[in-house]
């Protein structure tokens, strides 16, 4: 979600660009990395330390994206009344879960009978700004204790793991839970994104908006973030620490320092945990904190990115699905082979023996997002110059 105001906050722009460029590894590694097809990236008896770290890094875009949005929320209700606001992210939430059902689901899998819907990132976006936009009637601290709240309890549900009919259990996997569950035997759905934490996350970033405001001091603002990451991470140290609520690893792995490392950092974000949580907006408080004057020729770059989130998310995962048929071919498979129905691409008998090393994967990712640049920057300038047209509100 973009802020509307005529002073945009660079480093806002600037970060949401970097998650968008990180976001882009993992879809990349899914497609062409030949490992996908045997085992989880973060499976720390199976895994090496340059394909964690692969993974990793993008555990921190979904959370800091909704956290953004949140922030970028109640800076452009600045120019809206509270009701004008909340009909906007109706609206446009709305419009993201009809995004998800159809242009972004399409993308995942060129799937033409929709079978397989996968509730992802998006999905949860447009549930979290449909809930926030019933929050942001409510006194501030009360929607600040309502998200942390939201963000701190939610790792006490306990995950249900079988694929189920049930319409009672598909709606708390929604709400809680990564999770496949089918209302009938002709579609099957698959939440990607727990609901609870991000709509915590979300109603904190709304409130973190009110130091991004025109008028707020830029020393005091840099002063609470950073305050707010130290403590984030510190407690996010302290929670890793105590090791006490989400697994326990093999003596096996805790027996070198790697190992206890890579364990250390083994955060769960399915669901999300209070520790992933605070680690990763921990890190966009600093990050916001320290980067909020700097301006050149690369940071300009990656805002590019950052100032049309949603525009690049939709174009990305096409563009890589469609490179993926290409290299599939290339590697003697029919095209076919990257029509996904009712499975994951990892799943896929016909495509095992598929696949490249990491090295080909990082050389594929810069490629993609270097493409992408053009068409990011040319959207960007459009809408700059277009700010009378409503709908590039919604883009």
């Known amino acids: 979600m973009n802020t509307l105001t005529p002073n945009r906050i660079g480093s806002i722009d600037l970060l949401r660009g970097v998650i968008m460029i990180i976001m882009a590894l993992d879809h990349t590694r899914y497609y062409f990395h030949a490992d996908v097809y045997f085992f989880n990236p973060l499976d720390l008896e199976k895994t090496n330390i340059p394909l964690f770290f692969t993974r990793w890094i993008t555990h921190f875009c979904a959370p800091i994206f909704v956290l953004l949005a949140g922030t970028s929320a109640y800076i452009s209700g600045q120019r809206k009344t509270t009701k004008q606001l909340a009909v906007f992210l109706v609206k446009r939430g709305l419009w993201l879960i009809f995004l998800e059902f159809t242009v972004v689901n399409f993308s995942w899998f060129f799937d033409i009978h929709f079978s397989f819907i996968q509730l992802g990132a998006i999905w949860s976006l447009g549930i979290s700004m449909i809930c926030l936009a019933g929050l942001i009637f409510l006194p501030e601290k009360w929607i ?215 090295f080909v994967v990082y050389l594929i990712w810069i490629f993609i997002v270097a493409a992408l640049y053009p068409l990011c920057k040319m959207y960007d300038r459009y809408k700059s110059e277009h700010k009378d047209k409503w709908w590039l509100s919604y883009m």
């Open 144 to 358: 600040l204790a309502i998200g942390l709240l939201l963000v701190s309890t939610n790792y006490k549900v306990d995950q249900i793991h079988n694929l189920t009919n049930s319409t009672s259990e598909g709606i708390t996997a929604l709400l809680h839970n990564l999770k496949s569950f089918s209302p009938g035997d002709l579609l099957k759905f698959f939440h990607g994104n727990q609901l609870t934490p991000y709509i915590g996350v979300m109603a904190f970033g709304y409130c973190l908006g009110q130091i991004f405001s025109k008028d707020f001091n830029p020393l005091k603002r840099r002063r609470i973030l950073l305050i707010l990451g130290s403590f984030s991470w510190i407690l996010f140290v302290a929670l890793r620490i105590i090791n006490g609520y989400i697994y326990y690893a093999p003596q096996t792995i805790l027996s070198t320092a790697a190992g206890r490392i890579l364990y250390f950092l083994n955060f769960s974000k399915y669901p999300p945990s209070l520790d992933y949580i605070l680690c990763t907006v921990g890190f966009a408080f600093l990050f916001l904190a320290f980067t909020e004057n700097i301006t050149n020729r690369f940071t300009k770059i990656i805002t590019v990115y950052g100032r049309v989130p949603l525009f690049y998310y939709l174009i990305h995962i096409y563009f890589i699905h469609l490179i993926a048929m290409v290299a599939a071919v290339a590697s003697g498979h029919p095209w076919s082979d990257m029509i996904i129905r009712n499975i994951w691409i990892s799943e896929s008998p016909n495509l095992k023996g598929y696949g490249f090393n990491l």
